[in-house]
């Protein structure tokens, strides 16, 4: 199988501290469609025999060096060996046109990162789970809903793409006229791009920050444009993604069938979140009309925004022990 050769940083150059008790490595594998994804991996040191594994995702325009290495590590330290990885066309992972999003590659991108634990030599193949935040829960969602080899999935403070393209931020352009305007402005693009022979960039979080800006966007750019979070290839702390670049999303959901997930699914949001309504949404049609919900948990986090689930914000808010607790029960 061809595999891309990528340029990959072996400096730390993560937005948290390094651990001292885990080792790091950089990886690489293969998904189906060709692509070869970049990511790190921590294992616990000291580590004996197989042990139950994690991969993590996101956010949406996000890379690895921000919070999912930050899940990744710290699950590490707690005895599971860990990967997260850069998606398809972003970060340090391969894939051209870069910054480009795909409801199905990517869902194939948590899929190809399922295999590649699989197949590692200290991993147990049969206690595979995965983390999803931001964009990449709504797509954890969706991988966990087609691949049955995952045991366990967390979306954290989770966005639902196609919902948030379709419909508009609280789903205010849910209608066939607004989205009728963006599927002709985008398509137009498409044409403005080729004539010029590159794909115009959409703009990442705003910069400079508007005082009359919502606090979603204001909670946004304190993560992603302050030395809290921000990160040299991560889209969202520069130029974003592509315009064009989440056009397949307006009109695939990706959560037609989560209601058929037999694994464990546990979805965790702030109460104080813009973007708590897509997990509370998600989780009461995760469990409606299902066969499977002892196994399913929402969990609201008191007082905490969106950004605290990235880094644990000021009150450490991201429950650690409560993960260990349900990866450890639900992947035995």
Known sequence: ??????????EWDKTFPKSDKVNHSKVTFVNRYGITLAADLYMPKNADGKLPAIAVCGPFGAVKEQCAGLYAQTMAERGFLTIAFDPSFTGESGGNVRYMASPDINTEDFMAAVDFLSLHDQVDPSRIGIIGICGWGGMALNAAALDTRIKATVASTMYDMTRTNANGYFDSEDS????????????????????????????????????????????????YKTGRGYHARSLNSNGGWNVIGCESFMNQPILKYSNEIRSAVLIMHGDKAHSCYFSRDAYAAMVKDSKYTDNKELLIIPDAVHTDLYDGGEKNAIPFDKLEQFFEKNMK
């Open 1 to 10: 199988m061809f595999e891309e050769k990528l340029t990959l940083t072996e």
């Open 176 to 223: 066939e006229e607004a989205r009728y305007q963006k599927k002709s402005a985008m398509c137009a693009q498409r044409l403005a791009d080729l004539k010029a022979g590159e794909y115009t960039l959409g703009g990442g979080v705003v910069d400079p920050l508007p005082e009359d800006a919502p606090f979603f966007v204001k909670d946004y750019y304190d993560y």
